[in-house]
């Protein structure tokens, strides 16, 4: 059995409560679709089902020794991704080297069956953008769909559980013909690290148990890269701005420990730690934009320090002033609609906004100057702030695709008779490869 007992990373990180959507989670009144695809081809399968010899666990008992084989091969790739600890180093490795940075797709053919379903599953229970799963058993005469299904984080529960439970039980309850295919969807690519078996490994080996006893090929398409993401990982969390100056003042680790130690309150990060933040530093239009980032009332908070230029002053005087820095920071609020900048940009717009006509004013100006002053050092945190916090979601996000990229490269070779796995493509992204062979 595949367990993994120790968490990828120090620290817990809460996941988003969301709450399943009523009845879709209820196994009982289970949402399953009829295609109406069904009847046009029932009578070239029954002639087929006649033929076709129901695999069972029976139709192997005399191949058991091979399956033992077949077992124990499948099980010893994968045990090293159920050590999430060690796992993480060595995509760690990789995001350093920036290897295994290409997507990986399913074929064309398996990806137009999953546009499809996709497009009926849209059209009945409209587009959702949030996690969740369905699946299909595409049978000759009939094509099964059940879903979609969204986790329930309050006790647990990952849509990937409720998928393989349910694809479990119209398997076992069925006389299953070989032809059959299982297709899973999940919006988010199959967790790597839970509490309790991730839904990548639990599904990995359903779907070599549905093959062994079935002879049923899975097919598994996703949208989004999830990797280790979730309660576990929280690699770049600590990540601070003093740091990522610091990687970018430095030529190499060497002097970056070096200089980290000159400083009292800046801890050293690890090699490929420091790698991954170089590389993602020196990559060329690193812009971000502002208007993402600052949410809502959030920026407003980061020039409450300027208060302190009204607050001890007389009363008629302090009301003027208080009026004159809820204008300036009113009028900053256009720079973050601006265009996507890079740090530089960003932090210098800032620093010249401070010195425009928008501070031209009734107040004196000794307090002219100071509330310049204060508006750059405010401008300067936020920018700050808001650029090492798209730095760890972009790291965080890369650190991710390449867990999933180099997860699904280990596991290829010994799956690829049972199992496809890949990004769906979805018909934008296809219609440029399209347009070259119109
Ligand atoms: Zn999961």
Partial sequence: MLSRKRPLFDGYEKEPHLHSKKCLTNLNILDIHQSSRSNKTTQHVTQR???????????????????LTDTKNFFEPISSWSDT??????VLQHLKFRQATSDIFLNELVNKKFLEFHHDISEECGAEDKQHSWAVIEKQEEIVMYGP?????????????TIIKQTQELLDSETVSEDWKVYVFTM?????????EP????????????WSMYRVKTHIGYVRCWGFRGTKENLFRDLNYKQVDCIDQTEDHESYVKAAEKSSDLNALCENLYSAVKHLLRSEN????????VQGQDWRTYFKSMKSIYECKPEDEKKVLKQEVNIVIEAAQVLLSEKSKSFRDNLEKGQA???????????SETTQDQMRLMFQQCWREMIQ??????????LTEDFNQCTVQLFIKDILDFTKEFLQIGRIQFFEEDSKAQQVFQ
């Avoid at 600890?85 to 060595?90: A, P, V």
């Fill in 385 to 394: 702030d808001k650029y090492v916090e798209f730095i760890r979601e972009k």
């Fill in 85 to 90: 600890q060690n796992s993480g180093k060595k």
């Fill in 353 to 363: 906004f401070a010195l425009c006509e928008a501070f031209i004013s009734q107040v």
């Fill in 286 to 293: 690193l812009s971000f934009p502002l208007i993402t980032s």
């Fill in 188 to 196: 988010n690519s199959p967790c790597l690290a839970r509490n309790t």
């Fill in 49 to 67: 089902t006649n033929h076709s010899r129901p695999c069972t666990h029976e139709s192997y008992a005399n191949g058991e020794t091979e399956q």
């Fill in 149 to 161: 299904y969204y986790p329930n984080y309050n006790n647990g529960e990952h849509s990937e559980d």
């Fill in 199 to 210: 839904c990548m490994l639990n599904l990995l080996q359903k779907s070599q148990e549905w």
